[in-house]
């Protein structure tokens, strides 16, 4: 019979500085895996395993759900149903990107950024999505057809090129200012947030402590549920707790990006479902409105993005391969012996 041997973990000391992560003391894996290496390391039990799991059966979760709208009646040949699509397509690609970043980031020093640059790309690309259904679905009544309505989805456009071109730069500083690099990365992706949201802040505004009904305004149940998930993902993403408290205690179940993951994709969940009530109860509505919902523009405006997304990716990846090989970045910095003796 064939066995085939699972990768050796390593402790922290053991692996080079860009591999670190804050609090995570063992359960790494070693840091010039090969691809077979990495695929076997995702059935045993590392400090990325949960991290792998968590994003890889939502890829198919989502698949599933946009498999069965998109075979639904009368959903390709309806306008209205478009920019759902727009925004199921990047909710499957951001979970399968992390699952693949997580899974080949110990390949390389080079290659753990470049699996990285991938994910933060796929990221920007789904605060795009989002403001597609916002823009259709989801405006408050006043904000139709006004400039910013006009606008909304070109500057979400824009703020994607924004998120990824610094997320990807926020790596470059990580071994000398991390703290620089970590509010550079948290800022990249609360802005599209915050921005892509704006519809639903205002509305909630609007209905805030009010006893009369919203009428149109109304937010769902899960409208709700999905901001709160996604405040608490930034908060895990900033904060990493709770393996901050106890360095070592969550190697390998409970740190803070495995709960950042879960709490992300139920935020998609509550959000796909908050679009969905918002396609409901508000159709009838919005087709007294004339709003201009043409799929040209959408797959033009999308694929845009995406070109320029790579050329963003393909930039940053181009100067890891212009960078000397002894430079932190591809190296990692060597433990000073105070730090390596405590960390032993």
């Known amino acids: 019979m064939l066995s085939l041997k699972l990768p050796q973990?390593?402790?922290?000391?053991?692996?080079?500085?860009?591999?670190?992560?804050?609090?995570?003391?063992?359960?790494?894996?070693?840091p010039s895996s090969s691809?077979?290496?990495?695929?076997?390391?995702?059935?045993?039990?590392?400090?990325?395993?949960?991290?792998?799991?968590?994003?890889?059966?939502?890829?198919?979760?989502?698949?599933?759900?946009?498999?069965?709208?998109?075979?639904?009646?009368?959903?390709?040949?309806?306008?209205?149903?478009?920019?759902?699509?727009?925004?199921l397509l990047p909710a499957c690609l951001y979970p399968f990107a992390s699952c693949c970043a997580h899974t080949f980031s110990s390949m390389s020093p080079r290659a753990r950024h470049i699996c990285y640059f991938l994910d933060y790309g796929a990221l920007s690309l789904y605060s795009l999505g989002c403001a597609f259904p916002y823009?259709?679905?989801s405006m408050p009544a006043s904000w139709l057809h006004s400039r910013l309505h006009q606008l909304f989805?070109?500057?979400?456009?824009?703020?994607?090129?924004?998120?990824?071109?610094l997320s990807c730069y926020s790596r470059f500083p990580e071994l000398e200012s991390p703290g620089l690099s970590k509010i550079l990365r948290t800022a990249a992706f609360a802005y599209p947030f915050l921005f892509d949201n704006l519809p639903l802040f205002y509305r909630l505004g609007l209905c805030w402590g009010g006893g009369q009904t919203c009428g149109q305004e109304a937010l769902s149940a899960s409208h709700c549920y999905h901001l709160f998930c996604a405040l608490l993902t930034g908060f895990l993403f900033a904060?990493?707790?709770?393996?901050?408290?106890?360095?070592?205690?969550?190697?390998?179940?409970?740190?803070s990006h495995q709960l950042f993951h879960i709490?992300?994709?139920?935020?998609?969940?509550?959000?796909?479902?908050?679009?969905?009530?918002?396609?409901?109860?508000?159709?009838?509505?919005?087709?007294?409105?004339?709003?201009?919902?043409?799929?040209?523009?959408?797959?033009?405006?999308?694929?845009?993005?995406?070109?320029?997304?790579?050329?963003?990716?393909?930039?940053?990846?181009?100067?890891?391969?212009?960078?000397?090989?002894?430079?932190?970045?591809?190296?990692?910095?060597?433990?000073?012996?105070g730090s390596k003796a405590k960390l032993q």
């Open 9 to 30: 973990l390593l402790r922290v000391h053991q692996v080079p500085r860009v591999f670190w992560e804050d609090g995570i003391m063992s359960g790494y894996r070693r």
């Open 153 to 165: 989805v070109p500057a979400a456009a824009l703020n994607s090129f924004l998120c990824t071109g």
């Open 263 to 337: 709490c992300a994709v139920l935020g998609t969940h509550f959000q796909l479902e908050a679009v969905l009530a918002d396609m409901g109860s508000r159709r009838a509505w919005l087709a007294t409105q004339e709003l201009p919902l043409g799929l040209t523009g959408t797959v033009a405006t999308l694929s845009l993005v995406v070109a320029g997304n790579l050329l963003i990716i393909g930039a940053f990846t181009a100067s890891l391969f212009r960078a000397p090989k002894m430079c932190p970045l591809l190296q990692g910095g060597p433990l000073e012996a």
């Open 239 to 255: 904060s990493h707790l709770p393996e901050r408290l106890a360095p070592g205690r969550f190697d390998y179940i409970g740190h």
């Open 35 to 87: 691809a077979l290496d990495c695929v076997l390391s995702s059935f045993q039990m590392t400090n990325e395993t949960v991290n792998i799991w968590t994003h890889f059966l939502p890829t198919w979760y989502f698949l599933w759900r946009l498999l069965a709208l998109a075979g639904g009646p009368g959903f390709w040949s309806e306008p209205y149903h478009w920019p759902l699509l727009i925004f």
């Open 135 to 137: 823009a259709a679905y």
